[in-house]
């Protein structure tokens, strides 16, 4: 059989993530690593979970854990999920949250309901790996997502139809606001309403990824995308923001819950897509994290801050004392990501094969994470995982061959 002369077109577009090859290297004990933005392990509330799967196993709820259930979720959770959007900003019902398996199928979803082949996604420049790689199979053109660009709306559209001869268009901004993956920035209120000014000229959506959200750490909390969207239109219905929420980095991400909140007429044709995919996200997975979200969630996402700033202050550290001359890196308020820019003639993918043989050290190049494969003289630094030794140690050999 050649497989080759069967596949769909889409086939070409669909790349292996480096960030998955490169979590192989944690199973290498002797290799200091901050190439997963990954949570720490140490920190899940693993107690809290026991009891959680246990009442889920209990008589009383055993037969919903384990039976077949709605696609939009399970109500209890999003009940939770509609008070915690309510506290930023954001007044919407139970009929606006639809559950998803992590909002990374949030991401794959949203890109199967609104690109056709050769329509143009604005992204941020970089942005999300993971964000490209569940677009990619609907075979998109992408554009830098510039909110306070001059170019004319009429241009950018005139831009997509020509680059997909005539027929495509452009169909939604996509940007995480808050301590974005990779590099650790935050977008200003006047860059968000920026934002949906450009979206409402060109008639298009705006896809937030809230994933880091919760985990700021210094400075003033700024409203998300979504609340500007209903402050501006009045509700929730009249707004063209779909918000993905996620408790992988807060809670645990191997339960894969994760969430999206929009418009009824949005969650609707989700949940169609859930129906035709895998009918429901695990309900088991749902009724845990809505028993540890409702019993500590605040508490957790205290400590986990806590544990994650003092990293992000050590890593910042051993950079403003390790790096040479030349090179330069963001200060992020929160997340777990910092973004280094070195000298413009290095290549970082050649730079981390060095750095893995020669002095045991792991990062992401950042390449990857620009649509378009550009900028090579960029890396991205994880500190969630890594203990002080690891990464005064890390950073000084990041240091040594970087000056070498």
């Not at 306070?148 to 139809?161: C, G, I, K, R, V």
Request: charge should be negative; charged fraction near 20%; include cysteine.
């Amino acid at each position: 059989m050649q497989w080759t002369d069967v596949l769909a077109t889409r086939n070409s577009r669909m790349k292996a993530s480096e960030i998955r090859e490169l979590l192989k290297l944690l199973d290498q004990p002797d290799i200091i690593s901050f190439a997963g933005g990954i949570p720490d392990p140490a920190l899940f509330p693993t107690e809290t979970f026991a009891k959680a799967f246990e009442n889920a196993m209990s008589p009383e709820h055993a037969a919903t854990a384990l039976q077949y259930s709605v696609s939009e979720g399970y109500k209890p959770l999003r009940e939770w999920i509609v008070g915690e959007m309510a506290k930023i900003g954001v007044p919407c019902d139970v009929d606006n949250i639809f559950i998803t398996s992590g909002s990374q199928q949030a991401l794959d979803y949203l890109g199967k309901l609104l690109i056709s082949p050769g329509d143009t996604a604005m992204v941020t420049w970089p942005t999300y790996l993971g964000a490209l790689g569940a677009f990619n199979a609907y075979e998109p053109r992408y554009a830098r997502l510039d909110p306070f660009s001059n170019a004319e709306p009429a241009t950018l559209q005139a831009e997509a139809a020509a680059s997909s001869g005539g027929a495509g268009k452009v169909k939604f901004s996509y940007l995480s606001a808050d301590f974005a993956n990779p590099t650790g920035e935050s977008l200003s209120q006047a860059g968000r309403e920026a934002v949906l000014d450009q979206a409402e000229a060109l008639g298009i959506a705006v896809i937030e990824d809230a994933a880091y959200q919760s985990l700021r750490f210094d400075g003033e909390p700024v409203p998300p995308i979504m609340a500007l969207d209903i402050a501006r239109n009045g509700g929730i219905e009249n707004t063209r923001t779909i918000y993905c929420g996620s408790f992988s980095k807060t809670l645990a991400p191997g339960l894969r819950v994760g969430w999206v909140c929009a418009a009824k007429d949005v969650i609707g044709r989700l949940v169609l897509m859930k129906q035709a995919a895998d009918l429901h996200s695990p309900t088991l997975s749902q009724m845990a994290t809505n028993y540890v979200a409702r019993a500590i969630f605040d508490q957790h996402v205290a400590k986990i801050k806590s544990v994650y700033s003092g990293r992000r202050d050590r890593m910042l550290a051993a950079l403003d004392r390790e790096m040479p001359a030349g090179v330069t890196f963001t200060r992020p308020e929160g997340g777990m990501f910092i973004w280094v820019t070195v000298d413009e003639a290095i290549n970082c993918a050649e730079l981390l094969a060095r750095a893995v043989a020669e002095q045991r050290v792991a990062f992401v190049p950042g390449g990857a994470f620009y649509a378009d494969g550009s900028r090579l003289n960029s890396l991205r630094l994880s500190y969630s995982c890594a203990n002080d030794a690891q990464i005064d140690e890390g950073i000084a050999r990041i240091g040594r061959l970087l000056r070498a």
